[in-house]
């Protein structure tokens, strides 16, 4: 069973003042990239996993989804989600990635935005994505990219010539990652890329597309602060097809 | 033109003493998991992207392979494989991998170590590698990985916990990096693992298995010195299928 961590106060009060909270897909500087990868939507069965606040799951079915089913672990975002609205098209549903069952080939796109790091067994989860998808059916997700996520103490630093680092550990040791974001103690767990295109691969798919999220110089002179993530990439983004 | 750092006598001199130049592949940390991607090459024509001395060429024509193409810039290296013999079954070559042409469907493997971070069009070589090889045929390659390529001091340091990290910076600046290894201003090609993904994706390639080369724990428990290559990755390994 995966922590739950965004139904404790402290964690939920702090994630719901993030700039993806509020403003939705257009406060995450990763979406452009993300929708990117994405097919047409249109006329999809779509299965949101970790659909938090239901952000996407509205994107979709205002650009012409046939249905969208949110799963999500937490209580708190699931209950905002579904009095955002609308009444048809959007189904939320309580789930736990790590318990995940899905009905076989009963959508064409599974969607996954920064939820993936929460799975302790990402061959599980893949294997029941695989099956839930038609043959040709699309997979896309954003993760924690494990150069950030592997740390010890995940955090910038300054080298002698006053450059900011992100000083790399452990990057090779695979497992629990114990952070303190919004909450103390939070469980996230680290991959490499290697390890998360491989499950892929054994699971079935083809790897479409792999990207290091770097923010472009656009969003970079729109938003200054976003030049430190040409250091370190913070997100991973995936697409795959069944 | 790519640089031929290898044909300067100070580090030719210095490159001949490491443990895989005099060793051949067992002195290779990383080549049980590169031999483990690699198909059954009995029977198989074979192009060996920056041969060096030609201790794969040999290992392959030992293990079956039909014929061995063997390619590098250094003329001091060529010299060195060719001596070393067999009389029959490779052809070493010089070639640069940036201006290389082969002929079409003449392979059915394409091997590269080490060699692909020196060249600074990957689109331009995967697509000639795509050309050369037959459908189906393989191309498995290792190249340093990104991490430890891309910052501006590649080194670790110390952090105030003693524990060993590597600063990780300009991870999303793709381009040069000039380093003294061996020699002054060796000239490298960062990319990304995902940008390498993508242009072999383009090429028409598709993805058979991505690793961050993790030395094995019966390897650390004989060479302890292994142990730091944990902390962060140094090679990646990559198989892909035309």
Same mark, same amino acid.
Do not use: K, Q
């Given at each position: 069973m995966a922590q739950n961590v965004y139904d404790q106060p402290d964690f939920f009060a702090g994630y719901s003042q993030l700039g993806r909270s509020v403003e939705?897909?257009?406060? !995450?500087?990763e979406w452009p990239a993300l929708r990117a990868m994405l097919p047409d939507v249109s006329g999809l069965r779509i299965v949101d996993l970790?659909?938090?606040?239901g952000w996407f799951c509205r994107w979709a079915l205002e650009h012409g989804a046939k249905e969208v089913l949110g799963l999500d672990l937490s209580e708190k975002m699931l209950a905002r989600a579904r009095a !955002?609205?609308?009444? !048809?098209g959007i189904v939320y549903e309580r789930a736990d990635l790590d318990e995940l069952s899905l009905p076989p080939t009963a959508f064409d796109l599974a969607y996954s935005s920064l939820a993936l790091h929460y799975v302790s067994d990402a061959a599980r989860l893949f294997q029941t994505v695989h099956r839930c998808l038609v043959p040709g059916g699309h997979f896309v997700f954003s993760t924690e990219h494990p150069i950030y996520m592997a740390p010890t103490h995940p955090g910038w630093s300054v080298d002698a010539e006053s450059r900011k680092t992100w000083p790399v550990d452990r990057?090779?040791?695979e497992g629990p990652r114990k952070t303190d974001w919004l909450a103390k103690g939070v469980v996230k767990h680290h991959r490499t890329i290697g390890t998360t295109l491989n499950t892929l691969i054994r699971c079935g798919f083809t790897i479409e597309h792999v990207e290091e999220f770097r923010p472009t110089d656009a969003q970079i002179a729109a938003k200054p602060e976003l030049a430190e993530e040409l250091e370190r990439p913070m997100f991973l983004l995936v697409s795959a097809r069944r």
């Open positions: 939705g897909l257009e406060g !995450a500087a970790g659909c938090g606040f !955002a609205g609308p009444d !048809a990057y090779l040791v």
